[in-house]
T-cell receptor, first 111, second 115 residues
Framework: GQNIDQPTEMTATEGAIVQINCTYQTSGFNGLFWYQQHAGEAPTFLSYNVLDGLEEKGRFSSFLSRSKGYSYLLLKELQMKDSASYLCATFGWDSSYKLIFGSGTRLLVRP | DVKVTQSSRYLVKRTGEKVFLECVQDMDHENMFWYRQDPGLGLRLIYFSYDVKMKEKGDIPEGYSVSREKKERFSLILESASTNQTSMYLC??????????????FGPGTRLTVL
């Protein structure tokens, strides 16, 4: 089957660094996505990892360890606008068409 | 830029009504998806389509049907709306390649309230 776990909520301070973890169990693996979703809006793509290691994109970085079934999203120099939900997603085991999403981590950035 | 549009941002319907949610994408994507999103439950897949006239059930298809008559358009139908179908509905599309590595793009969502 397919299972994705991430923390429900996190709080951090403006200007700080925060790491949002995601663990997954899957038979077959075609990559892991991170999406950002502001309240009342659609998810928007942040990053995609298919190989082990860290991918950096400005203030956001995403890490993957396939052997551990683990990923994290690292947000640096936090800004108030980073307050949002962050969704981890990977492809379903029974069909490469379907992205399976975690429940999301709601991040609150405080001044 | 990929664009996925949905027919309504907000919709209010009564129990028992038939409801159509339309989704259109302009990037010639083969795969299209309908999700619903509820607090604490995350995104759950209702139906998806990998080609015109092709459809497959997702994780929660009960009470829903879909139609894909044209490549760019994927419709979600609630035959007889019920209050437990009050939710945010998100459409998404993605191209198909052998490795399935392309990004999935979402529409803006339709917040449906069934009274």
């Amino acid at each position: 089957g397919q299972n994705i776990d991430q923390p429900t909520e996190m709080t951090a301070t403006e200007g700080a660094i925060v790491q949002i973890n995601c663990t997954y169990q899957t038979s077959g693996f075609n990559g892991l996505f991170w999406y950002q979703q502001h309240a009342g809006e659609a998810p928007t793509f942040l990053s995609y990892n298919v190989l082990d290691g860290l991918e950096e994109k400005g203030r956001f970085s995403s890490f993957l360890s396939r052997s551990k079934g683990y990923s994290y999203l690292l947000l640096k120099e936090l800004q108030m606008k980073d307050s949002a939900s962050y969704l981890c997603a990977t492809f379903g085991w029974d069909s490469s068409y379907k992205l399976i999403f975690g429940s999301g981590t709601r991040l609150l950035v405080r001044p | 830029d990929v664009k996925v549009t949905q027919s309504s941002r907000y919709l209010v319907k009564r129990t028992g009504e038939k409801v159509f949610l339309e989704c259109v994408q302009d990037m010639d994507h083969e795969n299209m998806f309908w999700y619903r999103q509820d607090p604490g439950l995350g995104l759950r897949l209702i139906y998806f389509s990998y080609d015109v006239k092709m459809k497959e059930k997702g994780d929660i298809p009960e009470g829903y049907s879909v139609s894909r008559e044209k490549k760019e358009r994927f419709s979600l139908i609630l035959e007889s709306a019920s209050t437990n179908q009050t939710s945010m509905y998100l459409c998404a599309s993605r191209t198909r390649n052998p490795l399935n590595t392309d990004t999935q793009y979402f529409g803006p969502g339709t917040r449906l309230t069934v009274l």
